[in-house]
T-cell receptor
Framework: ELKVEQNPLFLSMQEGKNYTIYCNYS?????LYWYRQDPGKSLESLFV?????AVKQEGRLMASLDTKARLSTLHITAAVHDLSATYFC????????????FGTGTRLTIIP | DGGITQSPKYLFRKEGQNVTLSCEQN?????MYWYRQDPGQGLRLIYY???????QKGDIAEGYSVSREKKESFPLTVTSAQKNPTAFYLC??????????FGPGTRLTVL
């Protein structure tokens, strides 16, 4: 059974600082997604990582994937208040049917 | 505008009552999914469908039922057999093998 763990679960950081969220998964997968969720809202797709060594960047967020270590990271650079949200990673567990297993999420709060 | 719509936004259910949550998409996506989210937790897969007239159970299908009679629509019924249905329900769709895009969600509360 595929397990997906994120850490930390809660993160408070000051504006302007850098930090990294970690996503570990337990079995081989060929695809990993990062999503953002604002309180009471739906999920917004951020990144899809398709291969070992893949790196994607959008604004102050950068995601990477190490399939050998079964680890993905979401790095936040010079955080701003607008990045406050819950971030989920999700891993594809079955080829061909796109069944996802989600991590429990990291609730990020950016403090002015 | 292309997208995924869910209705209603809020739904209240009495004990022993079946309720149906609507999910519609006009993105021409083949695959559709239903997830449940409990407070402070990730999403868990209830049912999914990769093609019209076919669907598969996810991880927590007990107490739920679905149909997929049209490509655009994937309604979820929460039956009285689901003992703890209070949660946030999210529908998603995708081109098979690609990113899942989510609707705005339905918040279901049992009275």
């Amino acid at each position: 059974e595929l397990k997906v763990e994120q850490n930390p679960l809660f993160l408070s950081m000051q504006e302007g600082k850098n930090y990294t969220i970690y996503c570990n998964y337990s079995t081989t997968s060929d695809r990993l997604y990062w999503y953002r969720q604002d309180p009471g809202k739906s999920l917004e797709s951020l990144f899809v990582l398709l291969s070992n060594g893949a790196v994607k960047q959008e604004g102050r967020l950068m995601a990477s994937l190490d399939t050998k270590a079964r680890l993905s990271t979401l790095h936040i650079t010079a955080a701003v208040h607008d990045l406050s949200a819950t971030y989920f990673c999700a891993v594809v567990r079955d080829f061909g049917n796109e069944k996802l297993t989600f991590g429990t999420g990291t609730r990020l709060t950016i403090i002015p | 505008d292309g997208g995924i719509t869910q209705s209603p936004k809020y739904l209240f259910r009495k004990e022993g009552q079946n309720v149906t949550l609507s999910c519609e998409q006009n993105l021409n996506h083949d695959a559709m999914y239903w997830y449940r989210q409990d407070p402070g937790q990730g999403l868990r897969l209830i049912y999914y469908s990769q093609i019209v007239n076919d669907f598969q159970k996810g991880d927590i299908a007990e107490g739920y039922s679905v149909s997929r009679e049209k490509k655009e629509s994937f309604p979820l019924t929460v039956t009285s057999a689901q003992k703890n249905p209070t949660a946030f329900y999210l529908c998603a769709s995708s081109i098979n093998g690609d990113t899942q895009y989510f609707g705005p969600g339905t918040r279901l509360t049992v009275l």
